[in-house]
């Protein structure tokens, strides 16, 4: 691609030694060229089968994004230093185990991408990109993170997902202009109240840790919107404080320990989808009803022996699962999710069908397996909108006229 640009000599004859180091058996349409006023500022070699690098690259001095994502880099080279204009780097899905020093020459660099590598430390000249706004570090071998990262004054997201951290400097917490944090897979069993001071958060996760509480300050992270994930931890309460994050849309509390939820739940009045599945939830709370703007409602696999009337008020949702419980009896209200489409009450213990749930008109799927119905309301066979119904594994005493008319309707009945 790079033929037909008019680049400077010096670039011409780094790219003639890059394409010299490619895979032949790689299709060479994966390399990119960019140029603008004839030097190149973008260059993508992506899954190239690249072992290593040709000196000659830190020539390209106005170098602004190169991308190396999918080759088979075991060092980057210490010249990576001399592209002081760049501002995306890409290193991820290579072989990786350090990076250099010179790395913190880049001091233009908005991006660092090194994601799926094998890293075990990061240089302390890592502080010195104070114009980072983007680090990604998923899935490496980092076992600790240098206090100079608390230079990075102006980092907006940070992925240190699937590493082996236990802890993070202090300085790391002083970070405000943070937006989204992932630490998700590692080892923290606990965080500490600085947390606190990341007050433009709008995404955490905390995911598959070892975690047995959260701190009270957590609550003061009050613009998290999109997403907080505490799933796979120890977790068996929540501190009060969490009340306060008023903004929040998505809650994932799955694969833990807890056994009730606590009331304030329901002031989390902005959740459009809570997971609770994988714990030992005995009950649900009056309040849940509160959550007015509430779409997916996630309890399998808990406890629960019976629903809050409340839950009735959920006019917006549209998921309910509540497969592998207990549940001996359904509320009469759970036929005003009028908004209802997918409804899964599989393996319990239910012995009949509130009548009301022939109103939910827009019901397109309704699993019944697994439970102790006798019977079923006829007005099921009013549900329009049904696309699958399962009744398998119950003790129906007799065919109903009605699952002929959803099957003459097109509906998938399983018996």
């Not at 009340?243 to 606590?262: C, G, I, M, V």
């Not at 997918?342 to 213990?349: A, C, E, H, T, V």
């Amino acid at each position: 691609m790079h033929h037909t640009i008019d680049l400077l000599a010096a670039e011409k004859r780094a790219l003639k030694e890059l394409e010299s180091l490619i895979d032949r058996t790689i299709d060479t349409d994966t390399i990119g060229c960019y140029a603008e006023h004839n030097t190149l500022v973008g260059l993508s070699v992506r899954y190239c089968g690249l072992t290593t690098l040709p000196e000659s690259l830190g020539q390209l001095s106005n170098l602004q994004r190169l991308d190396l994502t999918g080759n088979q880099l075991v060092v980057l080279p210490d010249w990576i230093g001399q592209l002081t204009r760049l501002r995306k780097l890409y290193l991820d899905d290579n072989r990786l185990a350090f990076l250099p020093e010179s790395l913190g020459e880049l001091i233009d660099l908005e991006e660092l991408h090194v994601d799926v590598n094998q890293l075990a430390a990061l240089p302390a000249s890592i502080g010195q990109l104070t114009c980072l706004k983007r680090l990604y570090l998923y899935d490496n071998r980092l076992t600790s993170v240098p206090a100079e990262i608390g230079q990075l004054v102006d980092l907006q997201e940070i992925s240190l997902g699937g590493n082996q951290l236990a802890w993070l400097p202090e300085a790391f917490w002083a970070l405000t202009k943070l937006q989204t944090f992932n630490v998700a897979g590692n080892h923290f069993s606990s965080i500490p109240e600085s947390i606190g001071n990341l007050v433009n958060l709008q995404m955490l996760d905390l995911a598959h840790n070892a975690l047995t509480s959260l701190p009270e300050t957590v609550g003061k992270l009050t613009n998290l919107t999109h997403f907080l994930y505490l799933s796979n931890n120890q977790l068996s309460w929540l501190p009060q404080s969490l009340e306060n994050l008023s903004k929040l849309r998505y809650l994932n509390l799955t694969d833990n320990q807890f056994t009730a939820l606590p009331d304030w739940i329901g002031k989390l009045t902005q959740l459009r989808e809570l997971r609770l599945y994988n714990n030992q939830l005995r009950s649900l709370p009056q309040s849940l009803g509160n959550l007015a703007n509430l779409k997916e409602l996630h309890v399998m696999n808990n406890q629960l022996a019976s629903l809050p009337e409340s839950i009735g008020h959920l006019a917006s949702l549209k998921e309910l699962r509540l497969s592998d419980n207990r549940l001996a009896a359904l509320p009469e209200s759970l036929g005003e999710l009028t908004s209802l489409t997918y409804l899964d009450l599989r393996n319990n213990k239910v012995v009949a069908i509130p009548k009301s749930v022939g109103n939910l008109s827009g019901l397109t799927y309704l699993d019944l397996r697994a439970n102790r119905f006798v019977a079923l309301p006829e007005n099921i066979g009013d549900l329009t909108n049904l696309e699958k119904l399962d009744l398998r594994w119950n003790k129906l005493s007799a065919r109903a006229e009605w699952l002929n008319r959803l099957e003459q309707r097109g509906c998938t009945v399983y018996k």
